[in-house]
């Protein structure tokens, strides 16, 4: 029998919950952004915003739905998750950057 993988609890910071509420967003997508090179390879956790119509289109590619408090949190398969994930916003010159602790591309 094949075991249920975890289902990790979501916590949202105060301000990205602030900012989701304000702007409307219910869903999160969360991928692998991978750059390859002749030295070395890498992979990072990259995240954006989703609306109805864009998360509809991403569930079909088989990833994982987590549910938060505020929404969806869909995740792109073979990522690695502990058990509580934290969800957070931060500012760079305007633009908004959504941070995780607790999922990540791969681990050794």
Known sequence: MQSQPNIPRIAYTPKLATYMRKKGFRHIAIEHASACGCCVDLSEVATRFLDDAAADKLRTKGCVELHGEL???????????????????????????ITVRGIRSWSL
């Open 71 to 97: 929404g969806s949190i869909l995740v792109a398969r073979g990522m690695e998750y502990d058990d509580t994930v934290e969800l957070g916003l931060r500012s760079f010159f305007g633009a908004k950057d």
